[in-house]
């Protein structure tokens, strides 16, 4: 048997858009047990905290503080992502498969949660890999950042970020082969360092708190929250990971792989 060897490979997402509507459901009803392998989809968020300048945005991966700047951090992170949905063509015919997602997914898990589902075998093209954030209902938000930030006179402020808003979030790669002693692992990141770029802590500090916290929506302190939301198609990165099942029975684990961030930062 044909012996391969594991390899994680990072893509950058091409494209974070907000819609009203969802993507289309066509599940792709060609997998067998015979020629089916397993993909995975999972999100997480890194780099939780930051330097905030009282001019400028935040530094990329800075810690620490002097007289101009200010640690924001946040603390926790959730997402109620109703679905993932892997579309590709395969030998010239288009492919979708797509599989549920979960009302309360922690960002900040050290193992982030995988839903897996069947995919076939073969070479896949023009690939595209979406999640849908669900549409806000009741108390279920569909983005939520909760931390705090540091005033200049060193005073810490409860900051709360609601993005209440259905979104798709959509990453493109080329192509991808996949066989059946191959399992894949789908995982969209939320770069967070990035989600603040063009906020100061003048800004944050302007802002109005609700009950000693500043909450930062589409119905509070709705100017500072716009332009948070500009950045979120700035933030995303992607990585696949293939794990690959040795004749042996035991899953050989090799690996190469990228940066996903231009600038070089996680």
């Not at 066509?26 to 392998?37: I, M, R």
């Not at 093209?125 to 806000?136: N, R, T």
């Not at 931390?147 to 808003?165: H, I, Q, R, W, Y």
Request: proline residues 4%; negative net charge.
């Amino acid at each position: 048997m044909k012996h391969l060897n594991t390899r994680t490979v990072y893509f950058a997402i091409v494209a974070l858009a907000v819609v009203t509507g969802s993507f289309g459901c066509k599940k792709d009803s060609g997998v067998t047990p015979s020629t089916a392998a397993q993909i995975s989809f999972g999100l997480k968020a890194d780099n939780a905290s930051m330097v905030l300048a009282s001019t400028s945005g935040p530094v990329m991966n800075s810690v620490g503080t002097n007289a101009t700047s200010s640690i924001i951090t946040w603390t926790s992170g959730t997402a109620n992502v109703s679905k993932f949905q892997f579309e590709a063509k395969k030998a010239g015919v288009k492919t979708e498969i797509e599989v549920p997602g979960a009302n309360t997914i922690n960002l900040f898990a050290v193992s982030p949660s995988l839903f897996p589902t069947k995919i076939d075998t073969g070479n896949y093209s023009e690939i595209e890999v979406k999640l849908a954030l669900a549409p806000p209902a009741g108390n279920s938000i569909p983005f939520q950042l909760k931390g705090s930030f540091t005033k200049a006179d060193g005073t810490a402020v409860p900051v709360e970020l609601d993005v209440n808003e259905a979104m798709v979030l959509k990453t493109e790669i080329t192509n991808v082969v996949i066989d059946a002693t191959t399992d894949l692992k789908t995982t969209f990141t939320l770069h967070l360092n990035k989600l603040l770029s063009g906020v100061t802590l003048a800004d944050l500090a302007a802002a109005t708190a609700t009950s000693g916290t500043v909450v930062l929506s589409s119905t509070s302190n709705t100017a500072l929250f716009n332009k948070i939301k500009a950045n979120v198609g700035n933030i995303g990165g992607h990585e696949i990971e293939g794990e690959h099942h040795g004749h042996n029975g035991s899953d050989d684990n090799a690996s190469q792989g990228g940066n996903d961030d231009p600038s070089g930062h996680n």
